[in-house]
């Protein structure tokens, strides 16, 4: 076992990054990447990699790869608790290739791993599928992986801090579309700060219980946070800036019945703040998604519209207080393929050199409370 040392973080506590609600000093103790109990290590040395576990060695050699699967193959076979792999040293992994989590394990990656050539498929330098208690405490990527981390069919998964700084690919990607009958279920997301990527910065389909700190996206190809066919999702702050930048990708989008439960739509996917620059979108809801929430808005400059609201269901914009300037308009749609918007509400909200509009009239829109400086209302009485 390698030694523990505890540090304390200035970060606030979860409930206060979410709700807001707890105080400032109630900052919980938090360890650094590689400051905690470990049962396997992968460590380089000039050029050479050494995995150990406890006193045995299980790689040795130049592949980082090779080495983090050794020291994650290592651990206990078949363990119903969860065991921990430390990397120290940065090193390169192909695009075509993969590092598996298998269950009730855990990795820092005190260092950065380059993702170099070229790959197809469900590739990424940390992976993992079918599994439940995986978490990736810390991660630095960089290169053009096809995903950063791709995670399927998982159970209580945690990614803490997640640092992508990419030229190409799609940062965080967890689904289930290994097996659509049933949802990846339990995620928590602490921190994903993601630029480069040539498609989103993080990416959900089919999760039931999400919980998100802070997704930073910066110069990405499409969403800076998509989520797709997830319900009970809690998601603190979406920050983007030139997010889908000519694209009808946005800030923060929810698509395919997102936040439908059964054949309904009760309020079960709260944000607490969308911040938009430029890009495309800001914020949008598309194909028979609802059930959201957003309590606040910043969205300035955006390519396309600052806020599109299609077909979807009991979609309330802003709980407390938001900000439209420049860039796209409000607007309200839909296509004829989906039922038209219903139970929307957009409030609270001061509208600068943009507008509001809302074409067709859907069922139970409200408008309230809206400040329009030199912006246009064009919506349904």
């Not at 690919?169 to 009958?181: A, K, M």
């Amino acid at each position: 076992m390698f030694p523990t040392r505890w540090r304390v973080s200035a970060a606030v506590t979860a409930a206060a990054v979410l709700g807001g609600l707890a105080p400032a000093t109630a900052a919980p103790q938090i360890l650094a990447c590689g400051d905690r109990t470990f049962n396997a290590e992968a460590v380089l040395n000039g050029s050479t990699w050494t995995s150990r576990n406890g006193s045995r060695t299980v790689y040795t050699g130049t592949d980082m790869r090779s080495a983090v699967q050794a020291a994650l193959d290592s651990l206990t076979a078949g363990r119903t608790s969860k065991q921990w792999v430390l990397v120290r040293g940065s090193g390169t992994v192909s695009a075509g290739s993969r590092i598996s989590l298998p269950s009730y394990t855990g990795i820092d990656v005190c260092g950065t791993i380059d993702v170099t050539g070229t790959g197809s498929g469900d590739q990424a330098p940390i992976y993992s599928r079918g599994t439940r208690d995986v978490e990736v405490r810390y991660l630095s990527v960089t290169g053009r992986p096809l995903y950063g981390i791709f995670l399927r069919n998982v159970d209580n998964a945690v990614l803490g801090q997640i640092d992508m700084r990419l030229s190409g690919g799609l940062g965080v990607r967890i689904d289930n579309r290994g097996n659509t009958s049933v949802r990846s279920r339990n995620i928590r997301i602490d921190n994903a700060f993601v630029s480069g990527a040539s498609s989103h910065a993080v990416e959900t389909y089919g999760v039931d219980g999400l919980t998100v700190g802070t997704v930073t996206a910066r110069n990405v190809g499409e969403s800076g946070l998509l989520l797709n066919d997830t319900i009970n999702a809690t998601v603190g702050t979406v920050d983007a800036e030139n997010a889908g930048a000519g694209t009808g990708y946005a800030a923060f989008r929810t698509a395919n019945r997102n936040g439908r439960i059964g054949s309904s739509y009760p309020t079960n996917v709260r944000v607490g703040t969308v911040r938009a620059r430029g890009g495309g979108r800001g914020v949008f809801c598309v194909s028979e998604s609802g059930g959201l929430t957003i309590d606040r808005l910043d969205l300035a400059n955006t390519g396309n519209n600052a806020v599109l609201i299609e077909n979807c269901t009991n979609v309330t914009l802003a709980t407390q207080s938001g900000t439209v300037n420049g860039g796209g308009e409000i607007r309200l749609a839909a296509r004829s393929e989906f039922p038209n918007n219903r139970d929307i509400t957009v409030q609270n909200l001061t509208v600068t050199n943009s507008g509001v509009r809302e074409n067709p009239c859907g069922t139970n829109t409200t408008f309230r409370n809206l400040t329009l400086n030199n912006s246009t209302s064009n919506v349904c009485p």
